[in-house]
């Protein structure tokens, strides 16, 4: 059974910082590309940020690019995202995903069948 728990979220400042972990198991973490997607109140949840099963490739969503770095340990069965100079409009509960399949990285929220509940980033003005 996948499990997938998420970590690191909270209340920051604009300008600030944070770091949101996602720590995997059920199955063997290198051979899955991860991403990060966020949903704010009201709006539909949408991609952040992807890394490929080797960490070697990494995709961003434009609002996020620059500030944003997806990173993962894949002998600690760990995804990272860096969240830095962060706006109010970062504001959302941020979801960790795997792939279902070992296929390549993606940004399509529907190739992502395995998802952490959820944490929550606030970021205030």
């Known amino acids: 059974q996948v499990q997938l728990v998420e970590s690191g979220g909270g209340l920051v400042q604009a300008g600030g910082s944070l770091r949101l972990s996602c720590a995997a198991s059920?199955?063997?973490?290198?051979?899955?590309?991860m991403g990060w997607f966020r949903q704010a109140p009201g709006k539909e949840r949408e991609f952040a940020a992807a890394?490929?099963?080797?960490?070697?490739?990494?995709y961003y969503a434009d609002s996020v690019k620059g500030r944003f770095t997806i990173s993962r340990d894949n002998a600690k069965n760990t995804v990272y995202l860096q969240m830095n100079s962060l706006k109010p409009e970062d504001t959302a509960v941020y979801y960790c995903a795997s792939r279902s399949i070992s296929g390549p990285v993606t940004t399509t929220l529907s190739d992502y069948n395995y998802w952490g509940q959820g944490t929550q980033v606030t970021v205030s003005s």
């Open positions: 059920g199955r063997t973490f290198s051979s899955y590309a």
């Open positions: 890394i490929s099963r080797s960490g070697g490739s990494t």
